[in-house]
């Protein structure tokens, strides 16, 4: 089974910066997807930002430009480095690694954006 455990939330105040971290418990060559996705209460859970095996990177237009996702194939960890923090990125955030047969979530980590 395999497990991913984010880190690195927290609260922070309105233009300030926080780095999230996933490790994940297998070697993330096996996945082809990982990101980050984020929820608040009453709304879905959406994308914040996917990496792909094949190099390609998508991130959400709110976030262009402010976060930045990243993944270390040696250590099997996934970052997320969130600058110009705004109150609306505030949410549940977590981690996620899919191949074509599982999709593995996170217990996610709980950003709050406030002054």
């Known amino acids: 089974q395999v497990q991913l455990v984010e880190s690195g939330g927290g609260l922070v105040q309105p233009g300030g910066s926080l780095r999230l971290s996933c490790a994940v418990s297998?070697?993330?060559?096996?996945?082809?997807?990982t990101g980050w996705y984020r929820q608040v209460p009453g709304k879905q859970r959406e994308l914040v930002a996917d990496?792909?095996?094949?190099?390609?990177?998508k991130y959400a237009d709110s976030v262009k430009g402010r976060f930045t996702i990243s993944r270390d194939n040696a250590k099997n960890t996934v970052d997320l480095q969130m600058n110009s923090l705004k109150p609306e990125d505030t949410g549940l955030y977590y981690c996620?690694?899919?191949?074509?047969?599982?999709?593995?979530w996170g217990q996610g980590t709980q950003v709050t954006v406030s002054s």
């Open positions: 990496m792909y095996s094949s190099g390609t990177i």
């Open positions: 996620n690694a899919r191949n074509p047969m599982y999709n593995y």
């Open positions: 297998s070697s993330i060559f096996s996945f082809y997807a």
